[in-house]
T-cell receptor, first 113, second 117 residues
Framework: QQQVKQSPQSLIVQKGGISIINCAYE??????FPWYQQFPGKGPALLIA?????SEKKEGRFTISFNKSAKQFSLHIMDSQPGDSATYFC????????????FGKGTRLHILP | GAGVSQSPRYKVAKRGQDVALRCDPI?????LFWYQQALGQGPEFLTY????????KSGLPSDRFFAERPEGSVSTLKIQRTQQEDSAVYLC???????????????FGEGSWLTVV
């Protein structure tokens, strides 16, 4: 059972455009939703994270939108730049026995110069 | 060191060979995690240590996989009698505080790339 479903698998966006990556989760006990960015040959690095008590969190060009009732959350990258080209993973974790971070399968983002 | 350090970065093993992968977490970090990342997939949890205690090994795929962290710092992931399906990147991550505090930032190393031929 895939607990965190991510789409699309790959995404191509023009420089300056908005990149949108979506995730859906199953476990209502999850209470922490991070996004990780991974460049080739590197480990994932935390980009931005949200908790379900807020519907949106913005850090610079990166925004997470969260819909608790739909069990969905998304990453928006505004003014996308070629340097944003990477693989992005949504993830989720919860308290107690759910506190291991569960990752989605990833989205390969390519920003055209 | 400043970050999580893993070695070797690349390992080619013949099927049936034993391998050992090392992780040196950020100094002072209590929590240490091992993840397996197959090509084109997200990382999948293998096991967790809080200091020297292995508190969760629910993700280890078989009894050929064994991890230890005897002094609560460096950890080793050992894979016995490697098989082709073990080919993956093995990521180590560490966190300052114990797992169980949901929302901890965990810091990943660059991974050990294992290819079994």
């Amino acid at each position: 059972q895939q607990q965190v479903k991510q789409s699309p698998q790959s995404l191509i966006v023009q420089k300056g455009g908005i990149s949108i990556i979506n995730c859906a989760y199953e476990n209502t006990a999850f209470d922490y939703f991070p996004w990780y960015q991974q460049f080739p040959g590197k480990g994932p690095a935390l980009l931005i994270a949200i908790r379900p008590d807020v519907s949106e969190k913005k850090e610079g060009r990166f925004t997470i939108s969260f819909n608790k009732s739909a069990k969905q959350f998304s990453l928006h990258i505004m003014d996308s730049q070629p340097g944003d080209s990477a693989t992005y993973f949504c993830a989720a974790s919860g308290p107690g026995r759910d506190d291991k971070i569960i990752f989605g399968k990833g989205t390969r983002l390519h920003i055209l110069p | 060191g400043a970050g999580v350090s893993q070695s070797p970065r690349y390992k080619v093993a013949k099927r049936g060979q034993d391998v050992a992968l090392r992780c040196d977490p950020i100094s002072g970090h209590v929590s240490l995690f091992w993840y397996q990342q197959a090509l084109g997939q997200g990382p999948e949890f293998l096991t967790y240590f809080q200091n020297e205690a292995q508190l969760d090994k629910s993700g280890l795929p078989s009894d050929r996989f064994f991890a230890e962290r005897p002094e609560g710092s460096v950890s080793t992931l050992k894979i016995q009698r490697t098989q082709q399906e073990d080919s993956a990147v093995y990521l180590c991550a560490s966190s300052l505080v114990p797992r169980g505090l949901s929302g901890n930032t965990i810091y990943f190393g660059e991974g050990s790339w294992l290819t079994v031929v």
